[in-house]
């Protein structure tokens, strides 16, 4: 698998989910996810360190790639591409 410069990634749709506990950032992925079509790019914002294994747990057992995350000013940009 080659290595992807997220900074670079063009994202479908942003989800916010900063200032939200566990388990919100992964409710919000999930229904975010929905609103983008297969072959496009998630991303989601979180300052919950929860969310570091919990995005790319879902991601994985739902069968859709976690492309990585990228450390923002308090928060962390979590990128999943659909692939269903």
């Known amino acids: ?4 410069d997220l900074s670079t990634v063009e994202v479908a749709v942003t ?3 900063r200032g939200s506990a566990c388990p919100g950032p992964l409710l919000e992925a999930k229904k975010g996810i929905g609103k983008v079509k ?3 790019v998630l991303e989601v914002y979180s300052n ?3 969310t570091r294994t919990d995005i790319p747990a879902w991601s994985k057992k739902i069968g859709h790639d976690y492309l990585g995350i990228l450390e923002a000013d308090g928060y962390d940009k979590h ?6």
């Open 48 to 50: 919950d360190s929860g």
């Open 38 to 40: 297969v072959g496009e």
């Open 15 to 17: 989800v916010d989910a």
């Open 1 to 4: 698998m080659t290595e992807i």
């Open 79 to 84: 990128f999943v591409r659909r692939n269903k």
